[in-house]
């Protein structure tokens, strides 16, 4: 990427591919980090020498592809630093030799970037640049002066040149395009925000503001053009229609499972084992510890909606659900949930038993993780399909109502969230309140 005369141009596109490449009109006051930041989605810078003076820099790349390839993709895109176009060509040094008393700054952010790259923690000063482990591989994108569109697919393109992209959910709050974006590592996060944050997608315009997410996991129930789980590409469009349909079926009774699981073993009882039954598929024989927890499951959720139907329990003539033997169950219709971590009745007298309540449009969240805010949770609770009309935390932030629009989200939400990774050892407690905000 070239300007000047044309002679000037001839020249510059004559010089041979160096791993040094030469970095010009920098803004002023462009720190070593935002100068490292264009190389490290290229591979591993090596070393940096800034000319303040002269608003340049040298940077140094690990191998001479890596630094062809970033030569290459900033000819077809522009290079910013602080909103403001950069240039970029290969110098005539082969590599940088730069005086370490002078260079000092530069060479403890370099070994910063490579600690966090190569997961261990910088031996020098942290306090020599802002570059913390990584919190989250969730990033919160917000895209400002949006005049042209910016889609699901534009954004995977652009953020999977730093990792792989895991999940998408995209919506609009504020009138503001949003988005939030899961990558497979947290460094990969962190190369992206530093590389990508306050550069435009357009000419002038979509403007990337991005943050980490206090959210480490999201949680995709539809791949279509409003989010996407690119590790499950057996989820549905959200239109009844599979997006895969030779794996729909098999996913269907999975979800099926693990969702029966859930609203069973963490409202009513432990559940022990489901099987859907093989001529019957929407039909399931479920067996939890006693009595007592099926007669209470039953009573509660007798004739309340799920996934759109109303749902009938009823007591089974059966007394046990029987495994199949080894090999013979390639439908996978039956699941032994016996050492499910769910299970919250084990203890005689836990306090759980006092907690039992019918369902109802109020849920209450427990286990909370430190620094996740209401606007976190409402995000979490909205993507789950309903819409949240009112939320309330408790005073020690740790637990805190939410209130779905109908008992039918509230069901919903609960079997997607329940036992929902926060990260930090945190899993999300949800159940049925009594409570209304």
């Known amino acids: ?121 910088p031996s020098s000063d942290p306090g020599v640049l802002d570059l913390a482990p990584p919190p989250s591989p969730v990033l ?69 503001r991005i943050d980490f997410s206090k959210l480490v996991n999201l949680n995709v129930k539809y791949n279509n053009d409003k989010s996407r789980d690119y590790t499950r590409p057996d989820l549905p469009t959200g239109d009844g229609e599979s997006t895969n349909k030779d794996h729909s079926l098999l996913g269907k009774y999975i979800s099926v499972f693990l969702r029966l699981h859930s609203i069973h073993s963490c409202v009513y009882g432990d559940v022990q084992r489901v099987k859907i039954l093989y001529n019957k598929k929407d039909s399931a024989l479920i067996q939890l510890s006693d009595g007592n927890q099926a007669q209470l499951a039953m009573s509660h959720l007798n004739g309340q909606k799920v996934f759109g139907k109303v749902m009938r329990v009823t007591l089974s003539k059966h007394q046990t659900v029987a495994l199949p033997r080894e090999g013979l169950d390639d439908q996978l219709l039956t699941k032994d949930f016996s050492g499910s971590p769910l299970h919250r009745f084990k203890k005689p007298g836990s306090k759980n038993f006092q907690n039992i309540f019918p369902p109802s449009a109020t849920l209450h969240l427990s286990n909370i993780r430190d620094g996740v805010g209401e606007e976190d949770l409402r995000l979490l609770f909205s993507n789950s399909g309903g819409t949240v009309k009112a939320f309330k935390f408790f005073q020690d932030r740790k637990m805190a109502l939410i209130q779905m629009s109908s008992v039918e989200e509230a069901i919903q939400a609960l079997m997607d969230l329940h036992n929902y990774d926060m990260g930090g050892n945190h899993h999300l407690k949800v159940s049925f309140s009594k409570s209304t905000i």
């Open 140 to 208: 919160r994108i917000i895209i400002d002066n949006m005049f042209y569109p910016v889609t699901l697919d534009v954004l995977q393109q652009i953020f999977s040149k730093f990792g792989t992209v895991m999940k998408i959910i995209t919506f609009t709050k504020n009138n503001q395009f949003q988005a939030l974006l899961q990558f497979s590592d947290p460094v990969n996060a962190q190369q992206a925000k530093l590389s990508l944050d306050g550069q435009n997608i357009y000419n002038s315009c979509c403007t990337l």
């Open 1 to 121: 990427v070239t300007n000047g005369s044309d002679s000037k141009k001839q020249r510059l596109d004559e010089s041979p591919p160096s791993r040094v490449l030469h970095i010009r009109k920098l803004p002023s006051e462009v720190s070593e980090t935002e100068v490292i930041a264009l190389g490290l989605p290229f591979g591993k810078v090596t070393n940096i020498l800034m000319l303040k003076g002269k608003n340049q820099a040298f940077l140094e790349l690990g191998t001479e592809e890596a630094a062809i390839t970033m030569v290459n993709y900033y000819t077809a895109v522009t290079p910013q630093v602080r909103n403001t176009p950069v240039f970029i060509q290969y110098s005539n040094h082969k590599e940088l030799k730069t005086d370490s008393a002078l260079n000092q700054r530069a060479q403890a952010v370099l070994q910063a970037v490579s600690a966090v790259q190569d997961g261990s923690s």
